[in-house]
């Protein structure tokens, strides 16, 4: 049986993956061809950013409940879907009119996002090892 925090990271980055499909379908229907192409080049980054770590954050629910004891894992999903919000947030942000002082919480997200992943791996290296695997 799936803990429910787990399933809520799982349920999280199908929305996350669902909102990036939908952006996406937007963005090349209503969004290109209206905005310079910097800011084109810029959502296309933040759409496609926000698939790679909708997947992350899901494989982060199942991990967490293959290493139940890892309270890092966990986290990583929280801090994936946390930077994700303002890296690719602030990026649609800017493209629909918002100051650019929005846009200067992209780099936080993106290190976020780093975090993220340095802890879903450090998180399964020691679940793995605390199992007895090296």
Do not use: C, K, N
């Not at 290190?111 to 998180?123: D, S, V």
């Amino acid at each position: 049986m799936v803990h429910p925090e787990r399933l809520t990271l799982i349920t999280v980055g199908g929305l996350v993956l669902f909102a990036a499909t939908a952006l996406g379908a937007y963005g090349t229907h209503g969004v290109q061809g209206v905005v310079d192409a910097a800011r084109w080049s810029a959502y296309e980054v933040a759409v496609d950013y926000q698939f790679y770590h909708g997947l992350g954050i899901i494989a982060a629910g199942i991990l967490a409940d293959r290493f139940p004891g890892s309270r890092l894992i966990a986290w990583s999903g929280w801090v994936l879907l946390a930077g994700t919000i303002s890296f690719s947030g602030s990026i649609y942000a800017t493209t629909f009119g918002a100051p650019e002082a929005v846009g200067a919480l992209a780099p936080v997200g993106g290190l976020a996002m780093m975090a993220g992943w340095l802890m879903l791996a450090a998180g399964v290296w020691r679940a793995g090892r605390a199992r007895g695997h090296s």
